[in-house]
């Protein structure tokens, strides 16, 4: 089993800036990747980003690219979810997956484990 804790959510203004953190811990030796996904009220849940914990290669949605960016602290089986220049539309509760195989990581289906949950909200 791997426990995941999120943390870092708020509230802010648009345009501002919000770094959110996972923690993993338990079986973590078997990590092959990491995500961030999130959902907004009354919509479905969606890939964000995702980083292959061996090698570092990272894969973005398009709504986020040149505004978020995913890290990770191997040593601290930690990852990391910088988001800049927040738009109200980024407002959701953003969720941290462990997948544990390759697949396809752009889909809930691509995970093992799944964290509680930390809300973000950006007014405008």
């Known amino acids: 089993q791997v426990q995941l804790v999120e943390s870092g959510g708020g509230l802010v203004q648009a345009g501002a800036s919000l770094r959110l953190s996972c923690a993993a811990s338990?079986?973590?030796?078997?990590?092959?990747?990491m995500a961030w996904f999130r959902q907004a009220p009354g919509k479905e849940r969606e890939f964000v980003t995702t980083i292959r914990w061996s090698t570092g290669v990272t894969d973005y949605v398009d709504s986020v690219k040149g505004r978020f960016t995913i890290s990770r602290d191997n040593a601290k089986n930690t990852v990391y979810l910088q988001m800049n220049n927040l738009k109200p539309e980024d407002t959701a509760v953003y969720y941290c997956?462990?997948?544990?195989?390759?697949?396809?990581?752009?889909?809930?289906?691509?995970?093992?484990?799944w964290g509680q949950g930390t809300q973000v909200t950006v007014s405008s």
């Open positions: 338990g079986r973590t030796f078997s990590t092959y990747a």
């Open positions: 997956a462990v997948g544990r195989r390759p697949g396809n990581l752009w889909t809930m289906g691509g995970y093992d484990y």
